[in-house]
């Protein structure tokens, strides 16, 4: 792994994770989250802030990467509840079957390699009655700026960790067998190839 991947692309992605836009998408939905939450891609603890303690028990974070987790430990120590690791990717989870009340998922299926794998794992490990909370960039619905998605994608990956500009989110939480029961979507600030959200709640 290179300089560049090392050292420079963890701090320009994590900046560009807690930029305002997409601090205001965190807070409409990681506030929802109840009992023993599961978060996919916890990075360094951007949505730590908003959950809230006194529906929150614990947080097992999955995050693979040791120098992004690290970068939380602020964020950690200020929380009212445990904040626990899981040196994984999402595709492979090892925890028990309906084991978390709540899995929070935000800015992650844009990178994890096999995203439906990713969330049948979800879909596994979250209780019958619990929700999948997911925010994410995605497909854009004007076909001129989804075209340019596809455009800049080979290029974007490589310079953005894997990121893809404009996978199809709810597509993918179909494919995997989730029940979308709330989701909402539109553009925020910023450039149009990157700024197509969705956010909502599924259940397994």
């Not at 506030?31 to 303690?53: C, D, M, T, W």
């Not at 939380?72 to 309906?98: H, M, N, Y």
């Not at 539109?186 to 190839?193: A, F, N, Q, S």
Request: hydrophobic content about 35%.
């Amino acid at each position: 792994m290179g300089f560049y991947s090392r050292h420079i692309l963890p701090f320009c992605l994590d900046k560009a994770c807690g930029i305002g836009p997409i601090e205001k998408q965190r807070a409409k939905i990681v506030p929802q989250a109840k009992g023993r939450v599961v978060e996919i891609g916890i990075g360094s603890g951007h949505n730590l802030p908003f959950y809230k303690s006194e529906q929150v028990s614990s947080v097992i974070g999955v995050e693979p990467d040791e120098c992004i987790w690290k970068r939380s430990q602020s964020r950690r120590k200020a929380c009212a509840f445990p904040v626990t690791r899981l040196g994984l990717s999402g595709v492979s989870i090892p925890l028990e079957d309906r084991s978390a009340d709540t899995v929070v998922v935000t800015y992650s299926l844009c990178t994890i390699p096999n995203p439906v794998l990713a969330l049948r794992e979800m879909k596994r490990i979250v209780k019958a009655d619990g929700q999948i909370l997911f925010c994410e960039h995605g497909q854009a619905p004007d076909p001129g700026v989804h075209t340019w998605q596809k455009r800049i994608d080979p290029v974007w990956k490589k310079i953005a960790g894997g990121c893809h500009s404009g996978r199809d989110i709810p597509a993918l939480l179909r494919e995997a067998n989730l029940s979308i029961t709330q989701m909402e979507e539109m553009y925020t600030p910023g450039p149009k190839v990157l700024s197509y959200n969705y956010w909502g709640a599924a259940m397994p």
